[in-house]
């Protein structure tokens, strides 16, 4: 068998020396009657460029991380396709045509070509595709500007089609974002190639609902923050304001780690070829923070959602304990400056404030109380003004729940009078030991007592049962002054918690505690309710946005009733400018400011001219 396969070998080398022989006299006798380099020219470097794609594209395709890859490219390409070049078209023709500049150009053009068709993966897989970016930027500078060009149209697209679709989260839009400012700074210090690249990534981020949410979470959150957090925490962080100064504007003394400005060639643009100025901040790899705010054009929309993060961490948090919101907001106050961060400060001395009274209330009432009767209020007691606009549903707690309440309020009163609170009556965290019924592995009824955290809701109307073993619904709904609807809901937690039954009476629901022989029979008839286990933000998103339309609306009247009939876009400046130090900051686009004229104008407040011009409405009289 193995002399077979030996024969068989030499069999195969023979006939690839006959092959290669007879090539070698075919291309002899294109090249003595002239026909290479003339009739058979182009189909030649044609074959030859297809060759050298497919034969690199096998050599670096996929590895981003071996550096060396374009040296192995030129190596390849000195030790294999020079040589056979220089048989083929012979000595003569090889220096006179300078196949040796054009070989070598072929070669980094083909490695451009081929990264060109990754370069989503280079930014996805970035910091491992280092040495594939920087490689990749050795290449264009050998083939010249115009690959730049192309390579920023192949990128663009790329990011069009593999990342600007709804299907992609808002969080990994932003990740890619962040990596592709990462890469593009790295092969163009001029930013110019970065600005046209992710145009369509910022436009596309700014319609996004949740982006500043995203934003804002991957700043401030410690343990998965990732790119964002470690920006924030860099030691030469500037002030927003101050991120996109020139390098000659700055007034700094110089330091140990120094760098002289880059030089002209590294300040050209790659693509316009123009000369522009390369920033402090672009040296330091590029200020990511300020390119994310400036896809909005404003801080104010970040620090206002900062703040409603900031109060439903607060407010959740059960201990007291602001430290690392302390932390994060130093950060904070050094990027964005301390002034527009004040509420916040305010909101977290509240908190702290808080833990001091509740201490003093606490340790008073446990004086005055017997070993049977404990206090059990705490509370977070916010200065309002400060605070985004919070939940305000209003309802009526059970008689045993208001006696603490009350307990805790005077006690409060003679602590810190003239001051009152002002209950927000559903928010907060009640825990609670309530007996549940469940069948054991026997298939025996078993009762147990469970600890169970709800909101106050939850816990008057639970608290209800005590006074009496059967509620109907519209019965409790008057009882604890909420709507059918919201006690239907809320008491759905209950029953999926096995602690109420409900049975319909006709039309009417029952709701019972649940007993051992409810348990126990199989005669359950099943009565839809929405599971309530979802949890609730403190903040309410919704008013917040109405009570600050309520508060633009105001102003657009004011204007209108004194200047007669505005545009959009001086409306929009004049908003800019005087609700920017209230209480209500005015940070909509003037597409977010047209979508609410229109809707005044539906409402019949407002009319639109035309020419695009807005005034107040004249209702005729009757």
């Known amino acids: 068998m193995d002399v077979d396969d030996e024969e068989e070998d030499d069999q195969n080398c023979e006939a690839d020396e006959l092959l290669l022989s007879e090539e070698g006299q075919l291309y002899q006798s294109l090249s003595t009657l002239g026909w290479l380099s003339n009739q058979f020219q182009t189909p030649f470097r044609e074959a030859l460029h297809s060759v050298m794609m497919e034969a690199i594209k096998s050599l670096i395709a996929g590895d981003f991380e071996t550096e060396g890859m374009l040296d192995q490219t030129l190596e390849w390409k000195s030790q294999?396709?020079?040589?056979?070049?220089?048989s083929v078209v012979g000595a003569e023709v090889y220096e006179c045509e300078q196949w040796a500049a054009q070989l070598?150009?072929?070669?980094?053009?083909?490695?451009?070509?081929?990264?060109?068709?990754?370069?989503?993966?280079?930014?996805t897989e970035y910091p491992e595709s280092l040495p594939a970016v920087r490689e990749l930027q050795l290449a264009l500078d050998r083939t010249g500007r115009i690959f730049y060009e192309k390579l920023a149209f192949e990128w663009r697209q790329a990011l069009v089609q593999r990342l600007i679709h709804p299907g992609a989260q808002t969080s990994q839009i932003i990740d890619v974002y962040i990596n592709t400012i990462k890469v593009l700074r790295e092969m163009d210090p001029s930013g110019e190639l970065l600005q046209v690249v992710t145009q369509p990534v910022r436009d596309y981020l700014r319609g996004r609902e949740d982006c500043v949410r995203c934003i804002i979470t991957s700043l401030t959150d410690e343990e998965g923050g990732g790119d964002l957090y470690e920006e924030l925490k860099r030691q030469d962080a500037k002030p927003l304001e101050e991120a996109q100064l020139d390098e000659?504007?700055?007034?700094?003394?110089p330091t140990f780690d120094?760098?002289?400005?880059?030089?002209?060639?590294?300040?050209?643009?790659?693509?316009?070829?123009?000369?522009?100025?390369?920033?402090?901040?672009?040296?330091?790899?590029?200020?990511?923070?300020s390119m994310l705010v400036g896809i909005y054009g404003s801080k104010e929309l970040f620090v206002n959602e900062y703040r409603i993060m900031l109060a439903d961490k607060l407010l959740s948090n059960l201990e007291y304990n602001t430290d690392a919101e302390v932390h994060k907001l130093e950060l904070l106050k050094l990027r964005f400056g301390e002034s527009s961060l004040r509420s916040c400060e305010v909101m977290v001395k509240d908190i702290d404030d808080s833990k001091r009274i509740h201490t003093n209330i606490r340790s008073t009432l446990e004086l005055n109380s017997s070993r049977d009767d404990p206090p059990v209020?705490?509370?977070?007691?916010?200065?309002?003004?400060?605070?985004?606009?919070?939940?305000?549903?209003?309802?009526r707690h059970h008689k045993k729940i208001q006696s603490k309440l009350d307990q805790f309020c005077k006690e409060y009163e003679k602590l810190k009078n003239p001051r009152r609170l002002v209950w927000m009556q559903q928010l907060g965290t009640v825990e609670m030991e309530v007996e549940a019924y469940e069948t054991d592995?026997?298939?025996?009824?078993?009762?147990?007592?469970?600890?169970?955290?709800c909101t106050p809701a939850h816990a008057t109307l639970l608290a209800n049962f005590e006074d009496k073993s059967q509620w109907a619904l519209d019965d409790l709904s008057d009882e604890v002054a909420m709507s059918e609807e919201m006690v239907r809901k809320r008491m759905g937690f209950w029953v999926n918690q096995r602690v109420v039954q409900v049975n319909r009476s006709g039309e009417d629901l029952i709701y019972s505690l649940v007993s051992a022989s409810y348990v126990n029979s199989n005669d359950h008839s099943f009565i839809d309710h929405n599971d309530d286990d979802e949890q609730e933000l403190a903040v309410s998103l919704g008013a917040h946005e109405e009570e600050e339309m309520k508060v633009y609306e105001s102003y657009i009247v004011g204007m209108l009733s004194n200047l007669g009939q505005l545009p959009l876009q001086r409306i929009h400046t004049m908003l800019k400018t005087f609700v920017s130090g209230s209480?209500?900051?005015?940070?909509?686009?003037?597409?977010?400011?047209?979508?609410?004229?229109?809707q005044l104008c539906k409402e019949d407040k407002l009319e639109v001219a035309p020419d695009g011009m807005y005034k107040l409405l004249k209702k005729s009289a009757n």
């Open 248 to 253: 000659e504007d700055e007034e700094e003394p």
């Open 104 to 123: 070598e150009y072929a070669a980094s053009e083909c490695f451009v070509h081929v990264r060109m068709n990754e370069l989503f993966d280079l930014v």
């Open 583 to 598: 209480e209500h900051n005015y940070d909509k686009t003037p597409n977010q400011l047209a979508v609410f004229l229109q």
């Open 80 to 86: 294999v396709l020079v040589p056979w070049v220089y």
């Open 441 to 453: 592995a026997d298939g025996n009824v078993v009762s147990y007592v469970k600890d169970v955290t």
């Open 258 to 289: 120094w760098q002289p400005p880059p030089s002209i060639l590294q300040r050209r643009g790659v693509i316009t070829g123009q000369v522009g100025k390369v920033s402090s901040s672009s040296r330091r790899a590029g200020d990511i923070l």
């Open 377 to 395: 209020v705490d509370a977070a007691i916010v200065s309002h003004i400060f605070w985004p606009h919070l939940q305000r549903d209003s309802m």
